[in-house]
């Protein structure tokens, strides 16, 4: 359905077997046997042409780090780049994982601490804010804003649109909400929803609007760049682009 998707609209999707992210119920009380059950599905996947990227939830109410390193391994072996839901309830050194499999990006990092941080500048892993998932979860633990800054590790900021914890549908708003909770200024906000979004998700072709890159841009209908992060809704689109088109 992503592929057919991606065709019918024009645009580009990206697809990431998240497998490991909660064990379900027939697998109750082994989720060693469920991991089992994750890597042996993963390279008839592959083979079909329908996995981007590898991704697992690493915390206490998904899967360990034994667990999560087991699928990573696995993806190393076929060649496919891995993503993590790192840190988000508990410090389990998700983001120091990701980084020494030098994930695409290590997503949450709520509970990051500096050595994870550090870990992540030097693999070039990509920080993804979600502050959807912080706002409907009424979270009050903080990313590790400065220390991301301060070891230059690049922030995008996504939607993480999920029917459980993040029911959010537009991009600009998760650019206000990362501004409002997370202190981004509007040029790091709008520098993580584009270049370093498109890093993320292993993309260097576009997110920036530069000759011999891909033209996906939005023609807005504002006076300054900071407008995205102010309005609260709206319809401030004008034009949608897409490589360089207007989609039909």
Request: net charge negative; hydrophobic share 45%; glycine share 10%.
């Amino acid at each position: 359905m992503a592929r057919r998707i991606g065709e019918r609209l024009g645009i580009t999707v990206r697809t990431t077997y998240l497998g490991a992210h909660a064990l379900p119920p027939e697998f109750a009380g082994d989720p060693d046997g469920y991991i089992d059950a994750v890597i042996a599905w993963l390279p008839r996947l592959q083979a079909e042409g329908l996995v981007d990227a590898v991704d697992a939830f690493c915390e206490g109410i998904g899967f360990s780090p034994a667990q999560t390193r087991r699928v990573f391994e696995a993806a190393r072996i076929l060649g496919l780049p891995v993503k993590l839901h790192a840190d988000q309830l508990s410090d389990l050194g998700g983001a120091a994982l990701a980084a020494s499999f030098q994930a695409l990006s290590a997503d949450h990092l709520e509970y990051t601490r500096a050595d994870g941080v550090q870990a992540m500048a030097a693999a070039g892993t990509v920080a993804v804010l979600l502050p959807g998932a912080f706002h409907v979860l009424r979270e009050t633990k903080l990313p590790p804003m400065a220390l991301l800054r301060e070891h230059g590790v690049p922030m995008a900021v996504a939607t993480d649109c999920n029917p459980g914890t993040s029911p959010l549908l537009s991009l600009r708003q998760a650019m206000q909400l990362a501004c409002t909770h997370f202190r981004l200024t509007p040029e790091e906000a709008l520098r993580g929803a584009t270049v370093h979004a498109a890093r993320a998700l292993g993309l260097s072709d576009r997110g920036q609007l530069r000759a011999g890159l891909r033209a996906d841009f939005v023609l807005w209908n504002i006076t300054h760049p900071a407008e995205l992060c102010y309005w609260l809704g709206g319809p401030l689109a004008e034009r949608v682009y897409v490589a360089g088109r207007l989609p039909d």
